[in-house]
């Protein structure tokens, strides 16, 4: 026998400002249902949800659940006025004597039920909403953007939770490797229509790409016959005029039908700039370490970063990720160890609190009010990698219209926010990019582009993220934080690191198991190597040579100034020549220079 649906919506239409946001929309979530909810940010996959929730009103049809069905609803910023703590909120629903629940779901989630809503941040508050949620195990589940601000660790046991649940659940999700373990349908919102897919989210870029591909040809079809039926209108109409109405009609209607097709978005014209090349060596950190009180953030750690390097930091919210990333952009010092910076380094810092973003100002104030980006006596202008722009033009760029210019930050939405905050980033030229958790809240494609430039880009990147396909995709290196202030360094991205680490475990086991070997006391001066100084010529050149390295770095931006005349080959091709010869030469003795820096460093430090 055939089990009623646990929720039906029949021929919904909605509008909000004048503007269709559905219109005959119709759809059914089964018993068992585990559903990927799919489409570009502003689609409106928020707003379908809450209209599957019962909190929002459409303009016509119904919603159907069936008696003795309930319905959860977990929102990206839920409200909690009336709530003193994190756990009241999360228990609100709960019967007396079932704290148990909110307490089971918070050490999985790793947020504390004691914690004021007055002092939680976005992230806590997000959190205790999904623990609600998890806690009250409704028959249907409905998540929005559930991973956001969640570790790894977090994801995982959430998707575990999920796995093993008998409920049906409909999921908001731009975290790929997420949709990929748990959903075995689709439902895609493009352009005001869901269309649904009985396959996980494993298959639909390959089925949105179909869709799409089958809908430019039968554009392209339509808009032929209307240039053959326009043509036949005006060559042939005047000889059998009443006989040929009904073609006139037809013609009418076609253009009509094609007018009505609403045009795709498309992507956001993102671009990196890359700035002046920076040295070989990047960052090099030697031995340091940090500590606050009696908590130990990081134990003493080695790294060299290098031009071109990807580099990831994994590892729970809290263990240090985003102080390891200060100490080595020099913004905090260490208690220990040095921080060395090479030559030429032209930072831009994505910061996962959106602290450069004012909520009070309008999206036009935050990029002409910007110093870096002000146009000296235009108002409407910015300054886009080095070209002044109009700041309408900018945003459209980033897939924001005329409206929203003047518009409050505070009314963006999540991904919106994304989008003007790398608006911002990519306004500069840059050769160290610092991505403090760029991907939360951006859309697939959005990820995609970004993902396409971190390729194209000719700098180093340094990168904080959750999103395990992601660092699969961008990570060359990944610096694990595993807590204890233990810090380790794995070639490649994510699934490299799981890879190398199960292979470790088994060695550290078995090392740890074999029985300890007795001290034996050492006489420390006979023992201790040669040391392996400098002589007094090399430790001479060492000092000369970050002086030599900026100067050779400056008649290189000199040179490449003169080069990038358009004109300068056909007017001076003498000068031409023998600046290219120059760059050439101080191209190569930069590079020995900075070789032969290293090569000195390493010795002195041996």
Do not use: C
């Not at 997420?178 to 989210?201: M, P």
């Not at 409407?380 to 070209?387: F, Y």
Request: avoid cysteine.
């Amino acid at each position: 026998m055939a089990r009623a649906p646990l929720l039906q919506l029949n021929d919904i239409s909605l509008t909000f400002g004048g503007d269709p946001v559905f219109s005959g929309l119709s759809l059914v979530v089964q018993p068992g249902d585990r559903v990927a909810l799919v489409g570009r940010n502003g689609s409106g996959k928020s707003t379908l949800m809450k209209v599957m929730a019962g909190l929002v009103e459409p303009d016509t049809g119904e919603r159907v659940v069936p008696p003795g069905i309930s319905v959860g609803y977990m929102e990206q910023e839920p409200d909690m006025a009336g709530f003193a703590t994190l756990g009241d909120y999360a228990a609100s629903a709960l019967e007396p004597g079932e704290m148990y629940r909110v307490e089971m779901a918070g050490e999985g989630l790793k947020f504390d039920p004691a914690r004021p809503v007055a002092t939680a941040s976005g992230g806590e508050r997000r959190r205790a909403a999904l623990a609600k949620l998890m806690a009250e195990a409704p028959d249907l589940m409905l998540l929005d953007e559930p991973t956001n601000h969640l570790d790894i660790q977090a994801i995982r046991w959430l998707e575990n939770e999920l796995k093993q649940t008998r409920a049906g659940f409909v999921l908001i999700s731009h975290d790929r490797a997420f949709l990929r373990a748990l959903t075995r349908a689709t439902l895609w919102i493009d352009r005001g229509a869901v269309r649904r897919r009985e396959e996980g989210f494993e298959g639909f870029e390959a089925w949105r790409d179909k869709v799409w591909e089958e809908e430019d040809t039968a554009r392209h079809k339509l808009d032929r016959k209307i240039k053959a039926e326009a043509r036949w209108a005006v060559e042939g109409i005047s000889a059998r005029r009443k006989r040929n109405q009904g073609r006139v009609r037809a013609l009418q209607e076609l253009r009509a039908d094609r007018a009505a097709q609403i045009k795709r978005q498309g992507t956001a014209a993102m671009e990196l700039a890359d700035g002046p090349k920076s040295g070989r060596k990047v960052i090099e950190a030697n031995g340091i370490s940090k500590a606050y009180g009696e908590k130990v953030i990081l134990r003493p750690f080695d790294i060299r970063i290098l031009r071109g390097d990807r580099v990831a930091f994994v590892g729970p919210n809290g263990v240090g990720k985003t102080t390891l990333l200060k100490l080595l952009m020099k913004e905090i010092d260490p208690d220990t160890g040095t921080v060395t910076h090479g030559t030429n380094l032209v930072p831009a810092v994505f910061d996962q609190a959106r602290a450069q973003l004012d909520p009070d100002m309008t999206l036009w104030d935050s990029l002409t009010g910007d110093p870096d980006m002000r146009v000296s006596g235009k108002a409407d202008q910015v300054l886009v990698r080095g070209q002044p722009k109009h700041v309408v033009a900018y945003l459209k760029d980033f897939l924001f219209d005329d409206a929203q210019a003047r518009a409050p930050v505070r009314s963006l939405s999540g991904g919106e926010k994304a989008r003007l905050l790398l608006a911002k980033l990519m306004a500069r030229e840059s050769n160290l990019l610092v991505l403090d958790e760029p991907t939360n809240d951006l859309d697939i494609e959005t990820l995609d582009l970004l993902q396409e430039l971190l390729d194209d880009f000719d700098g180093t990147v340094l990168l904080v993220s959750h999103d395990r396909d992601f660092l699969d995709r961008v990570a060359t290196t990944t610096i694990a934080m595993e807590g204890d202030g233990r810090a380790t360094v794995y070639a490649g991205g994510w699934s490299d690191y799981q890879a190398q680490a199960q292979t470790a475990a088994p060695e550290e086991k078995a090392e740890k198991s074999k029985p300890k070997e007795p001290e034996v006391k050492r006489d420390s001066k006979k023992e201790k190597p040669a040391s392996q100084g400098l002589t007094f010529t090399e430790k001479h050149r060492l000092e000369a040579l970050p002086a030599e390295i900026d100067r050779l770095g400056a008649e290189i931006a000199k040179l490449e100034e003169l080069l990038a005349q358009p004109d300068l080959y056909t007017r001076e091709p003498v000068k031409f020549q023998k600046a290219t010869e120059a760059l050439v030469q101080r191209q190569t003795a930069l590079a020995n220079a900075e070789e032969e820096w290293l090569t000195l460093m390493e010795k002195a430090e041996a």
